[in-house]
């Protein structure tokens, strides 16, 4: 049974620590291994090295936009791509763990569950732009 009182502040701490994570991703990316770097190891897999700065710039604004609560569960849906992306290119011929030489994809594929639990269960408590409930629209519609 799902306890209606404390789901929307378990949504919230989910979407909060989905955002912080992409963040430190993007962080990563920009100071560590920078724009140039980052772009030079898309490349490196055979990706676009433009599609770089693509990713985080999506990070970063996804990122915010989780934290902040600014249409959570579309946003949450938005970033799966990168994650399926980088099992499919990097991550996913690493085998399972992530602790295997060059990460495996156990990690970008329990983000991706938390992604779709987050979209799912809903935006939680405090967000600043809650995600529009697009349901009754399509209701409206087909009335």
Do not use: C
């Amino acid at each position: 049974m799902t306890d209606l009182r404390t789901a929307p502040y378990a949504a919230f701490l989910l979407r909060l620590s989905l955002g912080i994570m992409f963040l430190a991703h993007a962080a990563v990316k920009l100071f560590v291994f920078t724009p140039a770097g980052t772009a030079q190891f898309f490349g490196s897999v055979g990706l676009p090295p433009s599609l770089a700065y693509l990713v985080m710039a999506a990070e970063v604004v996804g990122a915010a936009a989780l934290i902040v609560g600014v249409w959570p569960r579309v946003v949450a849906l938005g970033l799966t791509p990168i994650l399926f992306g980088a099992i499919a290119t990097v991550h996913g011929a690493n085998g399972w763990l992530f602790t295997n030489p060059n990460g495996g994809w156990e990690y970008p594929a329990f983000w991706i569950v938390g992604l779709v639990a987050l979209a799912l269960v809903g935006d939680g408590v405090w967000a600043a732009l809650p995600t529009p409930d697009f349901s009754r629209a399509v209701r409206l519609r087909t009335a």
